[in-house]
């Protein structure tokens, strides 16, 4: 069963604030052949880190396999690499992914592009999980609040 990321920039009504960022999108998990919906998260968010000046993602259908993660504070975590919808149903496990396939459409001026509207790279994981309340963990990567959220 292929899945897929749908996220919906800016589509929580009633965002989630906390210190450093607020969690204004949600994210839905699809069934690609079905188009079912798995899983629904309603507190995420696709900005970056204040002072970060790479890129924002831009709202869109991604595709996804989960993995441990490398680099990051919390290592070996499991955490989503997103790629692009062209190519599910493709890859099939993590040694199928590419770089190429892991290019997405920033909604702003990326300087680790030198300014192209281009980001790379971009996972989906949870933000600050030590305190949840002050959030901004996310150089780029679509974030989902940790902690308990009004629903």
């Not at 899945?3 to 604030?17: D, E, F, M, N, Y």
């Amino acid at each position: 069963m292929s899945k897929h990321l749908i996220v919906t920039r800016g589509g929580q009504s009633a965002p989630h604030i906390v210190k450093f960022t607020q969690f204004d999108s949600t994210i839905d998990v699809m069934c690609a052949e079905s188009n079912s919906l798995i899983y629904h998260h309603p507190y995420a968010v696709t900005n970056h880190y204040n002072g970060y000046a790479g890129g924002i993602l831009a709202e869109d259908d991604y595709g996804w396999i989960c993995y441990e993660a490398h680099d990051m504070v919390y290592p070996q975590a499991k955490v989503l690499y997103l790629f692009r919808k062209e190519f599910i149903g493709k890859v099939k496990v993590f040694s199928d992914l590419q770089e190429s396939m892991r290019e997405f459409v920033s909604l702003v001026p990326n300087a680790n592009w030198q300014g192209q509207l281009k980001i790379t790279d971009v996972l989906n994981h949870n933000d600050n999980t030590v305190d949840p309340e002050k959030g901004g963990w996310s150089d780029g990567c679509l974030t989902i609040y940790p902690g308990p959220c009004r629903i």
